[in-house]
């Protein structure tokens, strides 16, 4: 696979990074925005660390994250990489 990127795969790859970024501040402690990127497991983790308090917070930090990384960066780190977490 090339690393060349059409200008339709880099305005999908903002569009999910702002989706993402958003469901994180707002329903960071679901972990909808784990579900999202495809993060199963984390997301099931997330949704359980929502029910003890702290979910919401780690969502909103990690919705800040993901909206002030630069396009390429997010989808590198979180969709090339499969980071999880932070």
């Not at 029910?51 to 800040?64: H, R, S």
């Not at 630069?70 to 980071?83: H, S």
């Amino acid at each position: 696979m090339e690393n060349t990127r059409s200008e339709f795969g880099t305005v999908n790859q903002e569009n999910k990074k702002i989706v993402s970024g958003i469901f994180a501040i707002l329903l960071g402690s679901l972990g909808i925005h784990k579900f999202y990127l495809g993060y199963i497991t984390e997301g099931v983790i997330q949704l359980i660390l929502g029910l003890v308090g702290i979910g919401g917070l780690i969502g909103l930090i990690e919705g800040i994250i993901y909206l002030t990384k630069t396009d390429e960066d997010f989808y590198q780190t979180y969709q090339v990489d499969k980071k999880g977490w932070f």
